[in-house]
Structures are given as structure tokens and as C-alpha cells.
Nanobody, 121 residues
Framework: QVQLVESGGGLVQAGGSLRLSCSAF????????MGWYRQTPGKERELVAS???????NYLESAEGRFTVSRDSAKNTVLLQMNSLKPEDTAVYYCYADCTSTISLLRRTSWGQGTQVTVSS
């Protein structure tokens, strides 16, 4: 079983920056994709950014050009650098990892506990 531990987040003024970090812990697994979703009350969770094992990235349109997702594969860690933050970026951000067990070859998604990002105007 893979556990994800997140750090970062907090309160920042509009125009500011924050960095989120997420590390995956466990044994006998390989990571296919890591990334971040976010959710606000009453809305569905939306994909913010993701990065594949090969380094291919994907971004929410509103995050393009402001957010950068990166990955340290050796440390099973994904980072989300968020610049030029806007009040509408306020949400709980969840790290996720799409993993394959090297024993059973089953593929499953693991989730972090979520971290609050609040951008004040």
C-alpha cells in the first residue's frame, strides 16, 4: 500500500507563491503518474497538474503558465510550484499517485490527506 504525505500550502496574498510537496512511501510499487487535484465546497474535484514517469506534464487551463509540476523520481516526490496565485485558486489540494504493484501488477490510485491553500485578495 502506498501512502502519500503532503506538505506546503497555507495562506498567501494574491500574486504570491506557494509550493506543495508530496512524497510516496511504501514498498513494491512503481509510480506511473503523480499530480495534484483540488476541490472547493460544492464543486467536483478537478485536476490541477500531473506528470508522468516519462516527464510529460498536463495542466488545468487556468493553471497553465502559473503553476509548474515537477518530480524527483528517485525520491518518489512531486512538487507543485504555484506562482501568481489568485483568490480563485483557494481550495484543498490533494496529491495523487497512480501506481502499479510490482508483485500483483495491479494498478491503483493513492491519495494524500489534502492541504489547504487560501489566497486572499
Amino acid at each position: 500500500q502506498v501512502q502519500l504525505v503532503e506538505s506546503g500550502g497555507g495562506l498567501v496574498q494574491a500574486g504570491g507563491s506557494l509550493r506543495l510537496s508530496c512524497s510516496a512511501f511504501g514498498s513494491s510499487f512503481s509510480i506511473n503518474v503523480m499530480g495534484w487535484y483540488r476541490q472547493t465546497p460544492g464543486k467536483e474535484r478537478e485536476l490541477v497538474a500531473s506528470i508522468t514517469n516519462g516527464g510529460r506534464t498536463n495542466y488545468l487551463e487556468s493553471a497553465e503558465g502559473r503553476f509548474t509540476v515537477s518530480r524527483d523520481s528517485a525520491k518518489n516526490t512531486v512538487l507543485l510550484q504555484m506562482n501568481s496565485l489568485k483568490p480563485e485558486d483557494t481550495a484543498v489540494y490533494y496529491c495523487y499517485a497512480d501506481c502499479t504493484s510490482t508483485i500483483s501488477l495491479l494498478r491503483r490510485t493513492s491519495w494524500g490527506q489534502g492541504t489547504q491553500v487560501t489566497v486572499s485578495s
